[in-house]
């Protein structure tokens, strides 16, 4: 741990001007053409080996080590900044996922090994992921064939998680994060006059009714051994308040951790819109979008993970069983290639949910994610 510390202690004063260069050029999902061009620049300066313009902005870089061994890790990093408002309520572009920390610490990692690449024996890729926030960044890297030539044995990532404090790591074995699905429900009717309700069909009405029987899915259909949630998070209808309009349309999320959960909830929901429309003698219009699968850590990837943040933070930094239904894309390189998610924790004193205007990460959270990835690949590739 102290060799680590010593080690990682070389790239503090670089991992802190790569976190503040990122979080002052936010760029949105595909964007990222400023980010992009600072990482490659980065990785010149290194003399570290890479392809950059995949899927657009998506860079990988490669680093062999002197060894004869061929086992290749990789690990990713996401790029995209997320939408939000500020305290006037006008559109804002910001770091507030700490995606800004991710790169830094990646492209530190990077740093590390090819400073150090004559003591391991694999090849070591590094993954700069353009569009995490729902937006097919994943997929997109996957068939450009980033897991490929030479093929990836075992991949990691990481998320900065403010759930946590500072000082901890979550290491969580099976399904971390959930699978997240989005559905579109419009009603449409004959419009009509409020005081005369009976010669309309009343598309609010319809809609409201939805939205309440929607949650009898999760607590009627679903196990009550099995999470999962369904959240409307839009509804649109109407301009006045004495005409009832020709239609409303609906939009949310559905989030589950098992493929036949996913299932349910996309029947669920197509049953209950038309089922719903016909009583009120409406027209439904149902879109029900697969995202995102559940994100399951590898049981044979967890042991190595388990020790690598155990030799980091002690027992003590061991957060074990954790889940929760948020959703990233980094379950599509784990449906590919056995691997992990580590989540560090960055809470201080006060705590801000990730996309919330505070959202911030600490110096001292990055500097152990940075350890805990470099002795990763100790365990991993290092002869």
Known sequence: MIQIHRTVADQ???????????????????????????????????GVSYKNGIAGTGILATIRGNGSSDRCILFRSDMDAVRTVDEQGDPLVAHLCGH???????????????KHRDQ??????????????????ATSMIAAGVLKAPRVDRVYGFHMWSEFASGQACVTEGPLFAAGDQFSVSFSGTPGHAAMPHLAVDVILAGSSFVQNLQSIVSRHLSPLEPGVISVCAFHGGAGPNSLPQTVQLTGTARTFSENNRSLFAQGVERLARSTAAFFGAEANVQYRHLVPPLVNSAKAIPTVRA?????????????????TCVDDFSFYLQEVEGAYILVG?????????????????EESMIIALMILYRLIKSELFV
Request: proline fraction near 4%; include cysteine; charge should be negative.
């Open 12 to 46: 503090r004063t670089s991992l802190l001007e790569y976190q503040r260069f990122f979080h002052s050029r936010p760029e949105l999902g595909f964007k990222e053409f400023v980010t992009a061009e600072y990482i490659c620049s980065k990785l010149d300066e290194m």
């Open 100 to 114: 800004d920390a991710h790169m830094a610490v990646m492209l530190a990692l990077c740093g590390l090994i090819e």
């Open 120 to 137: 391991f024996g694999g090849i070591v890729k590094i993954l700069f992921q353009p569009a995490e926030e729902a937006l097919g960044g």
């Open 308 to 324: 690598a943040v155990t030799d980091v933070l002690s027992q003590a930094g061991v957060v074990s069983g954790y889940r929760a």
């Open 346 to 362: 960055c809470k201080e004193q006060e705590y801000y949910p990730v996309h919330n205007n505070n959202f911030y990460v600490p």
